[in-house]
């Protein structure tokens, strides 16, 4: 039997390596601190199956000039990281071509539609069903104007059969009466459904993963053995190897480090989002909310209610500016009157960001037993369960059920 690594144990390194262990094979899976402690610990816990489309659409484009001159716009670039980007937007602006774009909806929409089908297999074979709720999120609007800023979002979903309702004013309070009465329109997306506490959910499936056998290693990755064959083993900062006839790649935002140890260089940035954890907000909430003319979310979840969202791109080492978070709960404001923010903390995380929006899995191209999983963005907990199954289908020598020929690592 083969001894398979995985490098990162966030939500997508965790479900892949419970998923292996699953189906018999002998695994490892290294985490530089605690399972689930990056951008898994601080997501919007939000199954977010309608939001798939490409961020370099034209829609973006237009508002991209205003979000950048706004110093407490939802887009924020640290000046001097500006020049280390500059690749990465040039094929961030690739991404937008018509042609291009109605490919990469495609490739996002394959994945969504399989996202139910593989999360209730995988919690239910867990017993974890309970950590999915059953409510969807709604969409906020104040008026037609906005609504129809946000129409090319609807007109994508409506092509791809993604299911939706459109609500007036009092339809919208019966659902969630904490809502301002300045909110005139919302959309409810019933499959946008939120798990109870997502940092609860990576640490189940370790424990699981464990129960099966799996062993966990807590070290940094410094490097790898390599032969003609492949990587031979996973080399730690503290002078440890550990063997590996397969290594699985799935660190986040910190991937591209470790595959540019092995020469294969992936246009992998991360995207900053900030959240404000309130445990005392004075309100219940039943949905999530996201207001996207505001550009912030606000999830009912870990015991309380999180307010998040926001991009800032200044690298995986600058310091938070926790201004973004504070930013965020004055936003969240507007729509709920009566939140409060007694008994809050404030998180940053490294959301790992390809510039076509469409995550990378599947093999290297250049070294024969290394596979990655990484560039999910806003939607590694959303697409958890299926990277799981597709990984390990093809870590195995399994046929998927889809063809991952847009998730090639190559395709830059």
Not at 57 to 81: N, S
Not at 370 to 377: E, F, K, L, P, Q
Request: hydrophobic content about 45%.
């Amino acid at each position: 039997m083969s001894s398979i690594v995985i490098v990162g144990a966030g939500i997508i390194g965790a479900t892949i390596a419970y998923e292996l262990q699953r189906r018999g094979n002998d695994v490892t899976l290294i985490e530089r601190a605690a399972p689930g402690m990056g951008a898994s610990y601080g997501n919007m816990a939000s199954i977010a199956v309608t939001e798939f489309m490409p961020a370099s659409r034209p829609g973006i484009w237009a508002q991209m000039p205003k979000w950048l001159l706004d110093p407490e716009g939802p887009v924020r670039i640290r000046p001097g990281y500006l020049p280390k980007l500059v690749p990465w937007f040039l094929r961030f602006l690739a991404a937008s071509r018509p042609s291009k774009l109605r490919e990469l909806e495609a490739a996002g929409a394959v994945l969504c539609r399989r996202v139910y089908q593989d999360l209730d297999a995988l919690l239910k074979e867990t017993g974890l069903t309970h950590m999915l709720t059953a409510e969807g999120c709604l969409s906020l609007y104040a008026d037609e104007a906005e609504f129809r800023a946000d129409r090319e979002h609807i007109d994508i979903l409506e092509r791809f059969g993604f299911r939706h309702d459109i609500l007036g004013g009092n339809a919208i309070r019966d659902l969630e009466p904490a809502l301002t009465a300045k909110i005139g329109k919302a959309v409810l997306f019933p499959d946008n459904r939120s798990i109870t506490d997502p940092h609860k959910l990576v640490l189940a499936l370790a424990e699981k993963f464990q129960a099966l056998g799996g062993r966990m290693v807590q070290g940094d990755v410094a490097g790898f053995e390599q032969s003609e064959a492949g990587v031979s083993a996973v080399r730690l900062a503290d002078g440890r190897s550990v063997p590996a006839d397969k290594v699985v790649l799935a660190a986040g935002a910190f991937t591209a480090r470790l595959s540019a140890l092995l020469r294969e260089p992936i246009p992998l940035e991360t995207e900053r989002g900030y959240h404000t954890q309130i445990m005392e907000p004075g309100i219940s909430m039943r949905h999530s909310i996201i207001w996207p003319a505001r550009a912030f979310m606000v999830t009912p979840t870990a015991g309380g209610i999180r307010v998040g969202g926001t991009v800032e791109m200044a690298g995986l080492d600058a310091p938070p500016d926790y201004r973004r978070a504070k930013i965020l709960v004055k936003r969240a404001r507007e729509a709920l009157p009566e939140l409060k923010a007694e008994g809050a903390t404030e998180w940053m995380g490294h959301r790992p960001a390809l510039p076509d929006t469409v995550p990378v899995m599947g093999p290297s191209a250049k070294r024969r037993n290394v596979w990655y999983a990484t560039g999910h963005g806003h939607l590694g907990l959303t697409y958890a369960a299926t990277t799981g199954r597709l990984m390990a289908d093809l870590v195995t020598g399994v046929q998927p059920p889809v063809d991952m020929k847009p998730y090639r690592v190559d395709r830059f």
